[in-house]
């Protein structure tokens, strides 16, 4: 990104368009991770083509990126239909190929809402923890964000790596109960 008005027609139509284009992507996706790809392919194509054909001719941004998304969702599921019609025979496999198979074709995906309110909990959680004691909040971002063993958490913040443990445990059962986990 190099030109300063197109990225900042880019970013204005990005925070605009983001949740309308969300939500149709997600309402023509079988999976969450297919959701993710195709909004990201769709943003990538958009800034693509402003970068090569500029943006004047684009009267509305949010038609244009659902144009998009609608070519990606039919290109995901295309690719899922070819797949899915290619004939596999179980019994041309040994016994360990076969159990693999069905334990990957059998094993189920998280659906978009149960994802999405997983991270909107996460969310919840993590600001509560860190409105609160400052040093809680460092304990669980080191811990947690920055894959910090507790100890190096303790060194790293001058205290002991017990006083690290029982923060760290008091405040997961406060959240627990607070937010009936």
Do not use: W
Not at 10 to 22: L, M, N, P, Q, R
Not at 64 to 83: P, Q, W, Y
Not at 85 to 106: C, N
Not at 111 to 132: H, P, T
Request: hydrophobic share 40%.
């Amino acid at each position: 990104m190099g030109n300063p008005d197109l990225d900042s027609y880019f970013d204005a139509v990005y925070a605009e368009t983001f949740g309308a284009v969300s939500r149709f992507v997600a309402s023509h996706a079988a999976r969450f991770q297919d959701s993710e790809d195709i909004i990201q392919n769709v943003y990538t194509r958009f800034y693509k083509r402003i970068s090569d054909k500029g943006f004047a001719d684009i009267d509305s941004p949010e038609a244009f990126l659902i144009n998009i998304a609608k070519f990606e969702c039919r290109t995901v599921f295309s690719g899922f239909m070819r797949r899915k019609e290619r004939d596999v025979i179980l019994s041309e496999f040994d016994e360990e190929q076969s159990a693999a198979i069905e334990a990957d074709m059998s094993r189920d995906q998280k659906l978009l809402e149960d994802v999405m309110a997983d991270k909107i909990l996460a969310k919840q959680i993590f600001d509560d923890i860190m409105s609160g004691d400052e040093t809680v909040g460092k304990i669980f971002y080191l811990h947690f964000v920055c894959d910090m063993k507790l100890e190096e958490v303790a060194d790293k913040l001058g205290i002991k790596t017990a006083t690290v443990k029982t923060k760290l445990y008091r405040t997961i059962e406060k959240q627990k109960k607070k937010f009936g986990i």
